[in-house]
């Protein structure tokens, strides 16, 4: 099976990882027993993946990121460098919470931006647009852009990372694509 991805010698893969075709696992990188990596991905410097952790097909996750058990990336998900995941909100050193790990998701196609801190149990919606340094500690919508600490909504984005504009109507396009877009209800969905 290893012929199909790329390891970099320095590289520490514990035995019962499944690895995708074409996954490339840069410098000092450690994929931990249990985890999942789609196809297609790529793994930066020094990255953990943790056990339980399941990354969708043409994930990028840059230098730096731990990606801490309870963390399920679906497709196209971008993780810049030294964003981080907790997976348990009152950690204590001394007492063990392995069973109180909470979930959290992160939908296709949406990027989290570099040195962000995705607190546990706050799945980030497809297509969301998390930026630098964000601290989330709410569910975040599908296309929603966020900034700040504690994060907060500042906006909407187009499937391309483009900040959206929408008239009376509620319609947006995305000036790269050109693809449409519709804010109702306080959502956004993609509409062409």
């Not at 996750?61 to 309870?70: E, K, L, M, R, W």
């Not at 949406?110 to 995705?118: K, L």
């Amino acid at each position: 099976m290893k012929d199909t991805y790329f390891a970099h010698p320095t590289a520490v893969i514990d035995d019962g990882c499944i690895i995708g075709a074409g996954t490339k696992i840069w410098h000092f990188s450690h994929l931990m027993k249990g985890c999942t990596v789609g196809a297609s991905c790529n793994l930066g410097q020094n990255v953990v993946v943790s056990p339980g952790v399941v990354l969708g097909r043409n994930v990028k996750v840059q230098n730096n990121v731990s990606i801490y058990t309870g963390v399920t990336c679906e497709d196209d998900v971008f993780l810049g460098p030294s964003c981080v995941f907790t997976n348990v909100l009152n950690p204590r050193s001394a007492v063990n919470r392995r069973h109180a790990y909470q979930a959290t998701r992160v939908g296709r196609g949406a990027s989290v931006g570099a040195n962000a801190t995705i607190v546990c149990g706050n799945d980030i919606g497809p297509f969301a647009l998390v930026g630098a340094g964000a601290v989330v500690t709410k569910p975040v919508p599908a296309y929603a852009l966020l900034v700040g600490n504690p994060a907060v909504q500042i906006g909407w984005v187009s499937e391309y990372g483009h900040r959206l504009t929408f008239d009376e109507a509620g319609k947006g396009v995305c000036w790269e694509s050109k693809q449409t877009y519709l804010l109702e209800d306080g959502k956004v969905s993609r509409t062409t």
